[in-house]
C-alpha cells in the first residue's frame, strides 16, 4: 500500500486544500473520465487576478506557506532582492530538511539496514509532527525552485514577474515543482510562462498543471527528425488552445494528469491544421496503438531502396495514412494522432543485431484503471532496451521509465507533493548551495552526515512514490560523488534491484550502473557485476552491457584472460541482441592483435560471423546496419592480413548477393 504521508494528521486540512486548488476542484482520482469542458473559447486578452484579491493571496499562501508568501512578495515590492532571498530561500530548504529529520528520527533506518526500503509507511511511521515538519518542507522546496525561476529574469524584470506570479499561484506551484534547474534554462522557461499568463490570462490558473506542462516543453522547438523528414510543432499558444478548446474531447480530461506525464500529450510535433485533423477524425479512439497496423508499410523502401511513396507525395499526417510507410512513419503516426486526441504516447526506438526500429507506447484504458502499452515492438525487440526522447529535457531516457511514470501519476497528489519537496531537499544538500555565493565550478564531496541525511530524505521520498524515478537518481548522483561508502552503495543497489528490477529493468540497471562503477574496491566492485549479471541474463541488452564493464574491469587488473572469457560470453550468447556485440567483437580483436596472433583473430571472426543473424529482404541501405554485415566486413579485413585474399573476396561475393 502506498504511504499517504500526508493524508492524515495537523496536516490534513493544508494538504485537502492544495489538493484542491492544484486540482481546481475536480481532481479525479481515476484518471481517464473525461472533465466537463468549458463552452467558451479561450479569451487571449482577460487581465490577470489583482494583487489585492484575498483568495489569491490565501491561495498562494497554502500552496507556498508564510514565509513562501512572504519571500515572493519581498521581490514583487523591489528590484534588488532576488539573490538575497533565492539564498534565503534555499537556506530555508536546507534548514527544514534537517529539522524534518531530526522530528522523523533517522535513527529508525540504520545505516546497516538489512532489508530493502519498502512502499508501506507502516515501514518508518510518521508523527503527527514529522507530518506537519513534511508539509512545511515541501511548502519551502516549492518556494525556492520557484524564486530560481524568478531570479532568472532580468533584474529589471523581477518584480513584474514575481507579482505575476503571485497572482497565479496555481500554476506558479505546478511549474515550480516540474521543473529541473540543472537540466533546464529557466531564463527560456520564464519567457513561455509569462507568454502564457500574458496572452492567456486566468484560463492558465484553470489549467495549471497543462500549462506548466507545456512551459517545460516549449521552452525549445519541438521538433522529430523522422528519417529524411522533419515534424515541428506548433508553438505554446497554439498547442494550449488546443487542448483547453477541445478539453470534452480529450481521452482522459486535462485535469487529472500529472504534469510530468501531461508533457508526453503536449509535445505534438505537428502543425495546427494536422492536429485538428487528427481531433475531427479520431476524437474519442481508444485504440490509438492501432493506428500503428492501421499505416501501409513500404516494403519498396525496405526491400528495393526507393524512395518512400509518402515522402515523394509530401509527408503530412494525410499522406501518410493515403501512401503509408516505414516504422517510423507508423510510429509519428500513431503517436501524433494520440496527442492530438488526448494521449500521453511516446515514440520509441531501439536497434538490435540487424536493423534500428520504431514502435509507439501509450496510456489505455483498461477497465477502471490505466494501463502503458506498446503496439510494434515486434519479435526480438521485445527484449532490446527502447529509447525515447524526454521531452523537458531533450535526453535520451529508457521506455521502461514510461510505466513508471503512469503509475506515479496515478499516485495520491498528497504523496506526489511529498516525494517533490523531498527529492529537491536532497538534491540540495548533495550538490551544496548552487545559488551561494561558493564557485559552483569547486566541487567538493559532500561529508558522511550530509550523504547520511539525502538518503534518509530519499528513503521517505521513495516510500511516498516508489515510481518517482527523479527521486532515484539523486541517489545515483550520491554515489557519483564519491560520498557514499561501498556498504551504502550495495545497499541501495538490492534496493533498486529488489524493488525496480523485475518490473523495470533498464532503469534499474542504468541506476544501479554508476552506482557500482564508483565502488573503488574491485572484489565488491566485481561481485556487484556477477550480481547484476545473474538477475539480468535473459536480457541479452542489459547481460551484454554488464559483462562489457566487467570485460574492462579485468582489463585495468591486468588479466585479459578473464577479459576475453567476458567477450566470448557475449558473442556465444547475445550476438544478435544488439551492437553492443560488435564492441566486444572489436575488443576481443585487440586482446589477440596484443599477442600477434592473427590466425587466432581469423577464427574468432570466423566463429563470430556464423551466429550473426543474416538480414533477409531488406535494403542493402538497411542492411550495412546489422551485426552480420559489419561482423563480416571485419572478417574480410583479418582474412587479408593473414594472406587470404581468396577467401576474402569470395566473403565479400556472398555478402553482396545477400543484400541484393
Known amino acids: 500500500m502506498t504511504g499517504k504521508l500526508l493524508s492524515t494528521g495537523p496536516m490534513r486540512h493544508l494538504v485537502a486544500m492544495v489538493i484542491s486548488f492544484l486540482a481546481l476542484g475536480s481532481l479525479n482520482p481515476s484518471f481517464g473520465q473525461t472533465q466537463t469542458p468549458q463552452s467558451s473559447p479561450p479569451n487571449p486578452k482577460k487581465q490577470p487576478t489583482s494583487l489585492a484579491d484575498n483568495k489569491v493571496g490565501d491561495e498562494f499562501r497554502f500552496l507556498f506557506g508564510e514565509f513562501g508568501k512572504a519571500s515572493v512578495t519581498s521581490i514583487s515590492l523591489c528590484t534588488a532582492e532576488a539573490p ?112 502564457l499568463i500574458a496572452e492567456r490570462g486566468q484560463i492558465v490558473e484553470r489549467f495549471p498543471q497543462l500549462a506548466a506542462a507545456i512551459v517545460v516543453v516549449d521552452d525549445a522547438p519541438v521538433v522529430m527528425q523522422i528519417n529524411e523528414n522533419i515534424a515541428q510543432g506548433c508553438g505554446p499558444l497554439p498547442t494550449f488552445d488546443h487542448f483547453v478548446a477541445n478539453e470534452k474531447k480529450m481521452l482522459f480530461g486535462l ?18 491544421n494536422e492536429m485538428d485533423w487528427a481531433l475531427r477524425t479520431y476524437a474519442g479512439n481508444r485504440a490509438v496503438g492501432e493506428l500503428y497496423d492501421k499505416i501501409e508499410y513500404d516494403f519498396d523502401h525496405l526491400e528495393k531502396g526507393r524512395p518512400k511513396k509518402v515522402s515523394v507525395a509530401g509527408w503530412n499526417l494525410q499522406n501518410i495514412l493515403r501512401y503509408g510507410g516505414v516504422c517510423a512513419d507508423q510510429a509519428y503516426f500513431a503517436t501524433t494522432v494520440g496527442k492530438s486526441i488526448g494521449v500521453p504516447c511516446v515514440f520509441t526506438t531501439a536497434t538490435d543485431g540487424v536493423l534500428s526500429h520504431a514502435w509507439i507506447g501509450f496510456v489505455a484504458n483498461s477497465g477502471n484503471r490505466p494501463m502503458w502499452i506498446e503496439v510494434g515492438r515486434y519479435g526480438g525487440y521485445q527484449s532490446v532496451e527502447g529509447f525515447i526522447r524526454d521531452p523537458q529535457t531533450g535526453n535520451l531516457i529508457s521506455n521502461t521509465q514510461m510505466p513508471m511514470l503512469l503509475t506515479y501519476g496515478m499516485e495520491p497528489l498528497s ?55 527523479r527521486s532515484w537518481e539523486v541517489v545515483a548522483l550520491a554515489a557519483k560523488s564519491g560520498a557514499m561508502t561501498t556498504q551504502q552503495k550495495q545497499q541501495w543497489s538490492a534496493d533498486i534491484l529488489t524493488l525496480c528490477g523485475d518490473s523495470y529493468p533498464e532503469f534499474a540497471w542504468r541506476t544501479i550502473s554508476p552506482m557500482i562503477n564508483s565502488i573503488s574496491d574491485v572484489e565488491k566492485r566485481q561481485e556487484a557485476l556477477d550480481n547484476a549479471l545473474g538477475i539480468f541474463n535473459s536480457r541479452g541488452d542489459l547481460a551484454g552491457q554488464i559483462l562489457l564493464q566487467q570485460a574492462t574491469l579485468y582489463k585495468s587488473q591486468g588479466d585479459p584472460l578473464a577479459a576475453g572469457r567476458c567477450y566470448e560470453m557475449i558473442l556465444n550468447r547475445y550476438a544478435n541482441d544488439g551492437p553492443f ?48 554485415y559489419r561482423s563480416g566486413v571485419m572478417l574480410a579485413q583479418a582474412l587479408r592480413i593473414v594472406g ?10 556472398r555478402m553482396s548477393d545477400v543484400m541484393k
Not at 580483436?589 to 529482404?617: C, Y
Request: neutral net charge; hydrophobic residues 50%; glycine residues 2%.
Open 84 to 195: 538575497k532571498v533565492l539564498v534565503e530561500c534555499g537556506d530555508r530548504v536546507d534548514v527544514d530538511a534537517r529539522e524534518f529529520l531530526v522530528v522523523w528520527n533517522a535513527k529508525e533506518i540504520p545505516t546497516d539496514r538489512k532489508k530493502p526500503v519498502r512502499r508501506s509507511s507502516k515501514a518508518v511511521p510518521l508523527t503527527s509532527k514529522s507530518k506537519e515538519a513534511l508539509g512545511i518542507l515541501v511548502q519551502s522546496a516549492a518556494t525556492v525552485q520557484l524564486v530560481r525561476i524568478i531570479n532568472s529574469a532580468a533584474q529589471s524584470e523581477q518584480v513584474s514577474v514575481a507579482q505575476e506570479f503571485l497572482a497565479h499561484p496555481k500554476f506558479a506551484h505546478a511549474l515550480a515543482l516540474v521543473i529541473e534547474p540543472e537540466a533546464e534554462d529557466l531564463a527560456k522557461i520564464l519567457r513561455i510562462a509569462r507568454l
Open 255 to 272: 485535469k487529472n494528469i500529472a504534469p510530468e506525464l501531461l508533457i508526453y500529450m503536449v509535445d505534438v510535433a505537428a502543425a495546427q
Open 415 to 469: 504523496d506526489r507533493l511529498s516525494s517533490a519537496g523531498l527529492r529537491i531537499a536532497a538534491g540540495r544538500l548533495l550538490r551544496g548551495s548552487v545559488d551561494s555565493k561558493a564557485d559552483p565550478k569547486v566541487a567538493t564531496p559532500p561529508s558522511a552526515e550530509t550523504i547520511s541525511q539525502v538518503l534518509a530524505l530519499i528513503h521517505v521520498a521513495v516510500e511516498a512514490c516508489l515510481t518517482d524515478a
Open 581 to 628: 556485440a560488435i564492441v566486444a567483437l572489436q575488443e576481443a580483436s585487440k586482446l589477440l592483435a596484443e599477442k600477434n596472433d592473427a590466425f587466432a583473430n581469423v577464427t574468432l571472426h570466423e566463429r563470430a560471423f556464423g551466429i550473426m543473424e543474416v538480414p533477409i529482404e531488406i535494403s542493402p541501405r538497411f542492411a550495412r546496419q546489422s551485426n552480420w
Open 644 to 653: 587470404r585474399s581468396n577467401d576474402a573476396l569470395l566473403l565479400e561475393q
